[in-house]
């Protein structure tokens, strides 16, 4: 699949000198800093020590104070509470913190998460009549529930009250619940927009703490679990979920849960646990329980303080995961010989696929699957559950899905979610239809460019420059995600300097120079780019876009780059 480069503008020159000089950084690395925001020395303190001090108050977060007296009233009365959530990452994560929160002030509490084939995302009707018929009196949704008007009025006419934590984009009208945490709410003050359903979820209970007065300290536990949801659900890696990550992250290497250790165990990870290795090794497992199984066991495996017991739901759900990736790996498959077998589809600038059959737990993946392999489009994959067509939708760079699902609603029973990701449920009469409104919306508001994959690239830089304080420095400007993603640079005039080979299934690997300075040189890695070989073998000059990374083998570290795309000078 043939990529554009994009190359961001330069910083202010007099900005990145003004920052190099009050740091002392290689200008590179200034200007790379000013790009995200960081243009003076107090600026680059906050980056670089991201401080759990700055994190604003929970308070400030619209309906909190009406949140805390609910759960207090719930705690002098003694009534039941139960903690509701998304059976993906996030929602099991949020479910895992605030349960635990609650269990250790002493609360009468159980937690939910819905079974994803039987009832579907979000609050289910399923859900509130479990809380019915246990005595519960309030209900906590963590990552769902903005949308659920009619399961909140259910759970009223039967003396349930909601508190409702969210992060996805609400409706002009509410749920008549008694509290709604969202930061998305157009009449809510809170300074960052951006927390993933875990992260609302720790405002409630650092909310709690507050009333409560107990220390932070208390609370530094759980943020190894809110970064599992931070990397996890693509959220920007920027203010608080960036302070929220950089510390969860350090607990996970310092002093890993039973859960997480048991991971770590099981995948054999040894060495620093980054964002990647949340996003996935530590993600795929925790979702697999709620798409192949039940996302409880997930929930048991976060909140497990046995090692005995997290390794065995551990094992499990690592075996789990093999079964998603077998799945997956089929219905990927299939969907891609259903489009080499259509000129039509080929054609288009969507693709919806549909096929009763396919298994629900995992057409998420195969949606993102299309688009980062095969056709780079937004693409929408549908199956049948519960009578009705449901589907996973995953969006390209820069263009809006949940708005052109809006532009679709006539047709659909509900959707929710965000600019890249979100679900849907349909009646089966509504297929053509919607698969006709759909690619005329998006051929209507797309832009051509932005149907081909783009590499963004940060600065232009000579090979010769990079040693070992160079990456020093920028391995610190992580955690990386979504609003400060891990560097990438361009090199022209390269040259490999043996023979290049093609590695694994189709890896490029070879060693590469500055065609000037030979000597100077770097192993590298293009993974499944065995068919830009042509280009450098030519025996001519070629150009590459690469991040810097770390390998390391039989106990000896080197710098190595990591090769996203070459093109012929």
């Not at 909190?64 to 139960?82: P, S």
Request: hydrophobic share 40%; net charge neutral; glycine share 6%.
């Amino acid at each position: 699949m043939k990529k554009r480069w994009n190359v961001k503008a330069n910083a202010p020159a007099d900005k990145v000198r003004h920052l190099a000089d009050a740091i002392h950084v290689d200008p590179v690395l200034a200007n790379l800093l000013v790009q995200r925001g960081v243009e003076t020395y107090d600026d680059a303190k906050h980056f670089f020590r991201p401080s759990i001090d700055t994190l604003h108050k929970p308070i400030q977060m619209k309906d909190m104070d009406k949140a805390v007296k609910r759960i207090e009233a719930a705690a002098i009365n003694h009534e039941k509470i139960l903690v509701f959530g998304d059976y993906d990452v996030d929602g099991t994560s949020a479910v895992s913190v605030v349960y635990t929160f609650l269990k250790w002030l002493g609360m009468n509490c159980d937690f939910y998460i819905p079974d994803r084939y039987k009832e579907g995302y979000g609050v289910s009707t399923q859900g509130v009549d479990y809380a019915a018929e246990h005595g519960i009196k309030l209900i906590i949704a963590l990552d769902c529930g903005i949308k659920a008007h009619d399961k909140v009025k259910y759970a009223k006419e039967k003396g349930i009250d909601f508190i409702i934590c969210d992060h996805h984009k609400p409706d002009k009208t509410l749920p008549d619940a008694v509290a709604i945490l969202n930061p998305k709410r157009e009449d809510c003050e809170y300074p960052y927009k951006e927390l993933p359903g875990a992260g609302i979820g720790f405002k409630l209970v650092q909310g709690l703490a507050d009333a409560y007065e107990i220390p932070f300290s208390h609370l530094e536990q759980y943020l190894d679990v809110v970064a599992l949801a931070i990397a996890s659900d693509i959220v920007p890696i920027t203010g608080e979920n960036r302070i929220l990550a950089h510390h969860g992250l350090k607990r996970i290497n310092a002093s890993p849960r039973p859960g997480f250790k048991a991971i770590i165990d099981i995948t054999q990870i040894k060495k620093e646990i980054t964002v990647n290795d949340l996003v996935f090794v530590f993600g795929p497992r925790i979702n697999s329980a709620g798409r192949i199984e039940s996302g409880k066991s997930a929930v048991e495996l976060l909140i497990s303080d046995s090692p005995e017991k997290a390794m065995l739901s551990g094992e499990a759900i690592n075996k789990t995961n093999f079964e998603r990736r077998d799945v997956d790996t089929a219905i990927t498959q299939e969907a891609i010989a259903m489009i080499a077998d259509n000129q039509a589809l080929q054609k288009k600038k969507t693709t919806v696929l549909y096929n009763p059959e396919w298994h629900k737990g995992v057409i998420g993946i195969v949606a993102s699957r299309l688009i980062e392999k095969h056709y780079y489009r937004p693409t929408i994959i549908l199956t049948r559950s519960n009578g009705t067509i449901t589907g996973s939708a995953r969006s390209v760079r820069d263009f809006d899905l949940y708005e052109a699902l809006d532009k679709c609603s006539s047709l659909l029973l509900q959707f929710g979610g965000h600019k890249y990701a979100a679900g849907l449920t349909m009646k089966e009469e509504n297929l053509e239809a919607f698969i006709k409104l759909f690619e005329d919306v998006v051929s209507d508001s797309i832009p051509p460019n932005l149907l081909q994959p783009e590499i963004e690239i940060d600065s232009a830089l000579d090979i010769s420059a990079i040693d070992r304080k160079f990456y020093n420095i920028l391995r610190q400007f992580a955690p990386f995600g979504p609003g400060n993603m891990t560097p990438v640079f361009y090199s022209e005039n390269v040259i490999a300097v043996r023979e290049p080979m093609i590695v694994g299934a189709n890896h490029l690997r070879m060693p590469v120079a500055h065609a000037d300075n030979p000597n100077l040189q770097f192993y590298s890695i293009g993974f499944d780019m065995g068919n830009l070989m042509p280009i450098v073998n030519s025996g001519k000059p070629f150009k590459i876009c690469y991040s810097i990374r770390e390998n390391e083998w039989n106990g000896e570290k080197k710098l190595e780059l990591n090769i996203r795309d070459i093109k012929a000078q």
